[in-house]
């Protein structure tokens, strides 16, 4: 089955810096990818759609200075988050498709600024 | 704008009961449904996925209906386990692949 990898899996950094999240489909290529954050006992939040070689299309409330996509290959999309503060900490998870096919989820990258 | 509701949001059975998780969305217009398990600090597992042609989808233990008109979805769990404690997201597609999550109910089984 389609297999898409997140890395890191959990990340501690101090406040002020940046964090880079990277997620690769690993076995097909992925003309779509978005990125979610899920805060405690709550859903998912879609943050950003990028398709590839585009600029990502992010939703309202969302952030662009502070968290930028890059989706540079059809199995490569990274986000990272500028400036990093405490309350960006949260559970971050990306996922991936093809065209015209179901989304397929990372297993997701805990951050936690200090 | 769709929005989706889980109802129960917390579940607490005894082992070997059958259950019931409810869905439901406001915009019937939707391109299908899909479950998904999501074990504490983990990424999602898909479990079922339903075209919005279809009525119902069954994996194992696990049932899904769909009725779109009214806009609801069931996910029937046969028969619960231990190892079925988690929290069970449903998510209505639309057009352009976007997803649309419930707010998840957490199930909790015990032995």
Known sequence: GAVVSQHPSWVICKSGTSVK???????????????????????????????????????????????????????LSTLTVTSAHPEDSSFYICSAAAANQPQHFGDGTRLSIL | KQEVTQIPAALSVPEGENLVLNCSFTDSAI??????????????????????????????????????????????????QPGDSATYLCAVGNAGNMLTFGGGTRLMVKP
Not at chain 1, 25 to 32: E, V
Not at chain 1, 47 to 52: K, L, V
Not at chain 2, 57 to 74: F, I, V
């Open chain 2, 31 to 80: 391109y299908n449904l899909q479950w998904f398990r999501q074990d504490p600090g983990k990424g999602l597992t898909s479990l079922l996925l339903i075209q919005s042609s279809q009525r119902e989808q069954t994996s194992g233990r696990l049932n899904a209906s769909l009725d779109k008109s009214s806009g609801r979805s069931t996910l029937y769990i046969a028969a619960s």
């Open chain 1, 21 to 75: 999240i990277e997620c690769r489909s690993l076995d097909f290529q992925a003309t779509t990818m978005f990125w979610y954050r899920q805060f405690p006992k709550q859903s998912l939040m879609l943050m950003a759609t990028s398709n590839e070689g585009s600029k990502a299309t992010y939703e309202q409330g969302v952030e662009k200075d502070k968290f930028l996509i890059n989706h540079a290959s059809l199995t």
